[in-house]
């Protein structure tokens, strides 16, 4: 009986020590885990184009404005509060979600929508560089970054400040999002990107690049062409054309397709406008004003079918993203 009694307390003493022993195990785990918690930074410092930045880590309310963020944002799954929906692809996550509230477009934002949500960050860029100083007064309680980089004419050096602006920033919404690795990888993949598209260039070929808005075709000038300009000097494209007094206008400079066709470009990379917009219902699609252009039929690049279109969301969608999928489709296409 003794026996009996003695081995049922060991018993009893055994299971109390191991139900001890996983409470104590429990609390040592959420202790570690309370202090992994708090040793996370609740802010972090970033550069943008005004100087170095304090920015709340996964802020609060966000309000978008930089149209190369956007997609990058949308894959991370970030919420947003407001954005400029009418400058959006119209298959963007937030374009198609009412809980975003609409901005506008960059000419005449509702800015009274941007104040009432009552944001912790803005993010702005591109488009809306120019309203940095005046959301800053609207908004005095929001951290705001801007994350706009310089591709303009009077750049020395559009195509690395593309790179960089793009790298950049990938690497600073990472940060403030929580989002390091992710980011990485997309800068990884853009360096991939870049590198095998220079190693499909031959370094000879004659490059056209232009921008069909409306049925018309634009001149997209190296260095300052709308997004192929900077291409010329981070590939070492050899231009077919080159036009004094060019400009960064978002159709292009005036130039005809007899023009294009005496200087019978080994490549045509066309950027089609209106496919981004809302114009893309009743405008030409590029394809069909290239393919419909009697001067054009001759060239070595039509005749070759040595054409390349950037995605057709690219004009409303400069992201890190797009550059990835057209440098891409550009190192595949050069290669064959």
Not at 12 to 25: E, K, N, Q, W, Y
Not at 88 to 101: G, H, I, Q, T, W
Not at 105 to 131: C, K, S, T, W, Y
């Amino acid at each position: 009986m003794k026996k009996s009694l003695s081995l049922k307390l060991a018993g009893l003493l055994a299971v109390s020590a191991l139900m001890l022993g996983a409470c104590t195990d429990s609390s040592k785990e959420t202790q570690a885990s309370k202090t992994n918690d708090s040793e996370k930074p609740k802010t972090v410092e970033i550069n943008d184009a005004h100087g170095t930045v304090s920015v709340p880590v996964n802020p609060k309310n966000v309000v978008a404005l930089d149209s190369r963020t956007f997609e990058t944002l949308a894959d991370w799954d970030i919420k947003l509060a407001a954005a400029p929906k009418d400058i959006m692809p119209a298959d963007s996550v937030y374009a198609k979600d009412d809980s975003v509230k609409n901005i506008g477009n960059h000419r005449e934002p509702n800015l009274e929508i941007l104040a009432a949500a009552n944001p912790e960050l803005v993010i702005i860029g591109q488009r809306f560089g120019d309203r940095y100083e005046e959301i800053k007064k609207l908004v005095p309680k929001a951290t705001v970054i801007d994350l706009n980089f310089d591709v303009s004419k009077e750049s020395a050096t559009p195509g690395k400040n593309l790179v960089d602006g793009l790298k950049n920033s990938t690497i600073a919404l990472g940060k403030i999002f929580d989002k390091n690795d992710e980011a990485k990888k997309m800068v990884a993949d853009f360096d991939k990107a870049i590198a095998d598209t220079k190693s499909a260039y031959n370094g000879k070929d004659t490059i056209m690049s232009v921008i069909v808005t409306g049925g018309d075709i634009g001149f997209a000038a190296p260095k300052s062409g709308r997004v192929w300009g900077p291409m010329y000097e981070i590939f070492g494209w050899v231009p077919a054309l080159e036009v004094a007094d060019s400009t960064a206008g978002h159709k292009g400079d005036e130039v005809s397709v007899e023009a294009i066709a005496q200087k019978n470009p080994d490549w045509l990379f066309v950027l089609d406008r209106d496919a981004a917009t809302s114009d893309a219902a009743t405008s030409p699609p590029a394809k069909d004003v290239i393919a419909n252009s009697p001067a054009l039929q001759k060239t070595t690049a039509v005749s070759k079918n040595q054409i390349v279109y950037a995605p057709a969301d690219t004009y409303t969608n400069e992201s890190i993203q797009t550059y990835i999928e057209l440098f891409g489709n550009l190192a595949k296409t050069l290669t064959k």
